[in-house]
């Protein structure tokens, strides 16, 4: 039996209250779907992003510093 039928069965069993319980429960676990996709989405395109800003930059040569290089120094 599939999933989706199974919970059905169940729903139908509970009082209308109870109903209204579950699909309240549904509709925030699709809003937490859909935000994590979102974020997911982000994500992909943060880091394709990040890639081309940086993309030619892994040949080049770094400076080295040192501690003559500060001009204010902490203590």
Partial sequence: MVI???????????PTSFQVEVLDFVEYLLAKAEREEARQEEKAWSDLSLSFAMRGMEDEDTPTYTTGDLKVVFS
């Fill in 4 to 14: 989706t039928e199974r919970i059905q069965q169940y729903v139908q069993r509970l």
